[in-house]
């Protein structure tokens, strides 16, 4: 087996890599620890979301169909229906963004996203709020990252 270190949502961590049939006594060795806790990848991406990692190879290419260029990744809140992945992000109107990442954080209490921004929103400045397309839902811009640390913090 390989043991990797991992950083993956700003947590210590490790991953692991094995011949297929090892998976079975590994996973039961592992669980024999009081100190480990399984968790799905659902998880680690609300962890990643949380501690404002960009999605590896979504989205990247910012001068696509939504015409949003120049881009900067900016963290932000939503209530209700989540923002779908890829949803244009609108201001009076004009395509100013796009939804890279939105999940509910159980830690935050609060639905909470990445998205890529044009600068001529006024950055990273808070609460901006920005209409989804399509989608009948608003975001308010919030400063990344959500939480610091493994310690909670608060969306503003």
């Known amino acids: 087996c390989l043991m990797m270190r991992s950083h993956l949502g700003g947590e210590d961590g490790v991953e692991l890599l094995c011949a297929a049939d090892h998976t079975?006594?590994?996973?039961?060795?592992?669980?024999?620890?009081?100190?480990v806790t399984p968790c799905g990848m659902r998880s680690?991406?609300?962890?990643?979301?949380?501690?404002?990692?960009?999605p590896f190879g979504r989205l990247a290419d910012l001068s696509g169909p939504n015409g949003v260029e120049q881009g900067l990744l900016a963290g932000f809140t939503w209530r209700g229906a989540p923002p779908?992945?890829?949803a244009a992000l609108l201001r009076d109107g004009q395509a100013v963004g796009m939804?890279?990442?939105?999940?509910?954080?159980?830690?935050?209490?609060?639905?909470?996203?990445?998205?890529?921004?044009?600068?001529?929103?006024?950055?990273?400045?808070d609460?901006?709020?920005?209409?989804?397309?399509?989608?009948?839902?608003t975001i308010e811009l919030a400063p990344l990252p959500f939480v610091r640390g493994g310690s909670r913090a608060r969306p503003r």
């Open 84 to 86: 779908k992945v890829g």
């Open 99 to 125: 939804v890279a990442d939105a999940v509910l954080s159980p830690s935050l209490g609060t639905g909470i996203g990445l998205a890529y921004v044009a600068k001529s929103t006024g950055g990273f400045a």
């Open 127 to 137: 609460g901006i709020a920005l209409e989804v397309a399509d989608a009948g839902t």
């Open 44 to 54: 680690a991406e609300v962890l990643r979301v949380e501690s404002g990692v960009p």
């Open 24 to 35: 079975s006594g590994l996973w039961r060795a592992l669980l024999s620890f009081a100190e």
